[in-house]
Every structure is written in structure tokens, then in C-alpha cells.
Nanobody
Framework: QVQLVESGGGLVQAGDSLRVSCAAS????????MGWFRQAPGKEREFVAA????????YYADSVKGRFTISRDNAKNTVDLQMNSLKPEDTAVYYC????????????????WGQGTQVTVSS
């Protein structure tokens, strides 16, 4: 079992930056691909970013590429999502997730999930 706890969400204005973090506990963290997903009201949960177990490769949704950066610290069992140039359409609950396989943008392939943290971007 892996437990994931997100933090760092909040209310910001368009153009601002925000960093959300995810702390993992339980099984060995550095063996897992980590991902961030988000879900806006009335919409499906969608892929945002993923990072391989050693941080060697990162993947992003087209909608956030160039604005968001995913990173991880295996010594601290944390994964962060730095969000710059935020837009109102980035408003959503952001979820941290992990899987034991290769990086993926498919929600159902992730085994463990956090409870989410709300990010609201005002115009």
C-alpha cells in the first residue's frame, strides 16, 4: 500500500504561479511512476503530468506543456507540480497518483491516489 497526501492548493489570479506537493508513505516510493491528474467540475479526471521512477523522463498534457513542471525527490518521498502562468481553465482538484509500471497518461493504470487539493484560478 502507498498513501499519498497532496498539499499546496489555493486561490490565485490568472498569470500567477503555484506549487502543489504530494507526500508518499508506505511502500518504496522510488519504484513508482508518479503522476498528476486534475478534475474540473462536471468534467472527467484528466492527465496532467507524469515522471519516471528515477526522474529521468517527464510527460505532460499538451494543455500544460511549457507552463507546468513535475519533479520528485526520492529521498523525501515527494513529488511536486510547479504551475506557472496559470489560467482560469486550470481550475480543478489536483490529484497525485502512482503506479508500479512505466509512465502512463491513462487514469485506470494508476494504482494509488491521494484525496486531491483544490486549485482555483480567478480571471
Amino acid at each position: 500500500q502507498v498513501q499519498l497526501v497532496e498539499s499546496g492548493g489555493g486561490l490565485v489570479q490568472a498569470g500567477d504561479s503555484l506549487r502543489v506537493s504530494c507526500a508518499a508513505s508506505g511502500r518504496t516510493f522510488n519504484g513508482y511512476t508518479m503522476g498528476w491528474f486534475r478534475q474540473a467540475p462536471g468534467k472527467e479526471r484528466e492527465f496532467v503530468a507524469a515522471i519516471t521512477w528515477n526522474g529521468g523522463r517527464t510527460y505532460y498534457a499538451d494543455s500544460v506543456k511549457g507552463r507546468f513542471t513535475i519533479s520528485r525527490d526520492n529521498a523525501k518521498n515527494t513529488v511536486d507540480l510547479q504551475m506557472n502562468s496559470l489560467k482560469p481553465e486550470d481550475t480543478a482538484v489536483y490529484y497525485c497518483a502512482c503506479r508500479s509500471g512505466l509512465s502512463s497518461n491513462i487514469r485506470r493504470e494508476y494504482e494509488y491516489w491521494g484525496q486531491g487539493t483544490q486549485v482555483t484560478v480567478s480571471s
